[in-house]
């Protein structure tokens, strides 16, 4: 009974992945790497952000989602920028690994940003990157019943996928707020070789997403600051948000909780009110340069029960050597 339940683990985990992967149309699915904590990572969805720190930055993420289901995401990035040519350019890399069941993405992609202040307190940023992802997928090594003879077509061979891209983006930004637009994969890569056999059949491949982002800073007298965000998804026929609040408490420790949807068509983008998923985040500005920071999701959709909610951890250190640059906290 319990190998019974395993293998239906492993049956839904590797459909799920299908579908992710693939993003075809009656799952909607989003193939981008999730994190809760977009708003200190936002290298990782606008090549245009590279830079905007004014200082060498180098942050660390790793996030465990779904605690307790077998095959569930886990994701780890590195990302470090800097800006050069006195500010006027930001250049940036990003790397990561996400894997979902049997399916893997490994990644790498340098950015590049032109910077112009457009006044004497604000920048905008232009953006491309450029790069690949291995996609792999260990089809058959799954066993799907429990006498290991199925013959399923679509497990008889493995996946090994190089998928080079290119994105965009554009980030207006000052030390009070910020508005930002991009798209990290622009070119529609096939995930699977042949054509499809149906007029019905969806064809696997990446899908464009669309990210629009923006935020600002309210302070609270002189000891706390308040910092609403937004992040918004969207594919050609789906899209998602993610709304955060955080509270400065004497720029060292933010107190934050964020409502992430989970939507199924784009015309209709609130027709989900439970939502996918709370959040609970803490940022700790324990130096001048380093950043620590937690985030808890826990899932208001039909995983709710059926695991352990997800854990995001996020580290970031800055440079000092020009220190007089470093303002704490560096809200955006």
């Given at each position: 009974m319990k190998l019974q339940g395993l293998l239906s683990r492993v049956r839904y985990m590797t459909a799920l992945a299908f579908a992710t992967l693939a993003g075809v149309q009656t799952v909607h699915a989003q193939q981008e790497v999730q994190y809760s904590q977009y708003m200190f990572n936002m290298l990782?969805?606008?090549?245009?952000?590279?830079?905007?720190?004014?200082?060498?930055?180098?942050?660390?993420?790793?996030?465990?989602?779904?605690v307790n289901i077998d095959g569930a995401p886990t994701t780890q990035s590195f990302t470090i920028d800097m800006p050069i040519k006195k500010e006027k350019v930001g250049i940036g890399l990003q790397a990561y690994n996400d894997q979902i069941g049997v399916f893997k993405n490994t990644g790498a992609y340098l950015s590049y940003a032109y910077r112009v202040k457009v006044s004497q307190r604000t920048t905008l940023s232009m953006g491309v990157q450029g790069g690949v992802t291995n996609l792999t997928g260990n089809l058959t090594g799954v066993q799907r019943t429990l006498s290991g003879t199925d013959t399923d077509a679509a497990f008889t061979g493995d996946i090994s996928k190089w998928l080079p891209n290119v994105g965009v983006g554009l980030y207006l930004s000052n030390d009070r707020g910020y508005i930002g637009l991009s798209c990290p994969s622009l070119i529609q890569n096939r995930l699977k070789d042949g054509e499809a056999t149906k007029s019905s059949d969806a064809v696997a491949r990446q899908e464009r997403h669309f990210f629009l982002m923006m935020g600002f800073v309210l302070p609270l007298g002189r000891s706390l600051a308040l910092k609403p965000s937004i992040l918004a998804k969207a594919t050609r026929d789906a899209a998602a948000f993610d709304f955060n609040l955080n509270l400065w408490i004497k720029d060292r420790i933010a107190l934050g909780g964020s409502w992430r949807t989970n939507n199924k068509d784009f015309n209709s983008p609130f027709n989900n009110l439970n939502g996918d998923a709370a959040i609970g985040m803490l940022e700790i500005q324990a130096t001048d340069q380093f950043r620590l920071g937690y985030a808890y999701d826990f899932m208001l959709n039909g995983l709710r029960g059926k695991q352990g909610g997800s854990h995001e951890v996020m580290l970031r250190y800055e440079f000092g050597y020009r220190k007089a640059k470093i303002l704490t906290p560096r809200y955006f």
């Open positions: 990782a969805v606008n090549p245009a952000y590279a830079g905007s720190r004014d200082v060498l930055s180098m942050t660390g993420l790793y996030r465990q989602q779904w």
